[in-house]
């Protein structure tokens, strides 16, 4: 009974947290929301500048954005406003249509058996802007051969991974 009560607490000073750290920064939050982030079908489609946002250790909004070129939004601008405004490689958009890519080759029965042959997942990191692929047993080899039969993009981080696969 007592795990549960620590439990709720922490779940309770999280959401405090990150109300705090949203309210905190809430110029920043508004500056980003004006931004159209969705079409005209109701999907969420974020500008090209985007790259996300995330809470830190510090319980701090940190808010990521992409250099583009010929944006109407001026990102150099933008961070003279938000301390916490850290410059990314890739916008969100483009991890979400790598992350959707990974998925519809796991679901292909010849790539699919390529791709569980050499990593048991895949994971969305903010924080790195990368998509994550937790490969069976990471060795610089195994990544070269899963960017040669499977997928390669610089998106990718492959690590170790620390799930744990029984065989069938």
């Known amino acids: ?5 620590i439990a709720i607490f922490l779940f309770f000073i999280f ?12 110029e920043e939050v508004e500056v980003v929301q004006s931004q159209n982030f969705s079409s005209s079908t109701g999907e969420r489609i974020y500008p090209d500048f985007w790259g996300g946002f ?4 510090f319980g701090i909004l940190v808010i990521l954005l992409v250099d583009i070129e010929d944006s109407e939004f001026d990102v ?3 961070m003279t406003i938000s ?4 410059l990314v490689e890739f916008s969100y958009n483009e991890l979400q249509a790598t992350m959707r890519q990974l998925e519809r080759i796991a679901r292909t029965d010849v790539a ?3 791709l569980l042959a050499l ?16 490969l069976i047993e990471y060795t610089p080899q195994q990544e ?3 960017r040669a039969t499977v997928f390669d993009s610089p998106m990718l981080l492959f690590v170790e991974s620390d799930i744990a696969v029984e065989p069938a």
């Not at 959401?15 to 809430?26: Q, R």
């Not at 995330?54 to 250790?57: H, L, N, S, T, V």
């Open 83 to 86: 301390r916490n405004a850290r």
């Open 76 to 78: 150099h601008e933008f």
């Open 15 to 26: 959401i405090l947290t990150a109300s705090f750290a949203i309210s905190n920064f809430a």
């Open 119 to 134: 990593a048991n997942g895949f994971s969305f990191d903010i924080v790195q802007n990368r998509i994550v692929v937790h």
């Open 54 to 57: 995330y809470i830190d250790e």
């Open 112 to 114: 699919r058996d390529r």
């Open 144 to 146: 070269e051969l899963f």
């Open 1 to 5: 009974m007592q795990e549960k009560n």
